[in-house]
């Protein structure tokens, strides 16, 4: 009995959603058709406000400031940590 209930709730549904579909689909057509479309409202520029001081003024300075630097500077500066640390001293008394 409840397969049966299940069954009627879901072809109900799926009914509901074709009809509006095809409802939305007619009502498209006939305002394509007319030419009436409805204006578009200039957008809202809103900052965020982890943008703006404590007056409320947006920031003119850079927030995030990158530098960008070549594989071969990075490798150096990853060799020269792991020389640092303290796991190259322990080999070199391994191998006497």
Known sequence: MLHLLYI???TVLAVLAIVNLVRNLIS?????????APAPRPPRRVPHP???DADGNVFDE????????????AREQLDAIYDSSGSS????????
């Not at 850079?62 to 500077?73: A, C, H, T």
């Open 50 to 52: 982890e943008l703006l």
């Open 28 to 36: 498209l057509g006939i305002e394509t058709r007319r030419g009436t």
């Open 62 to 73: 850079p927030l995030l400031v990158m530098r960008s630097i070549s594989i071969k500077d």
């Open 89 to 96: 001293t322990s080999d070199d008394k391994s191998d006497d």
């Open 8 to 10: 009627f709730a879901f």
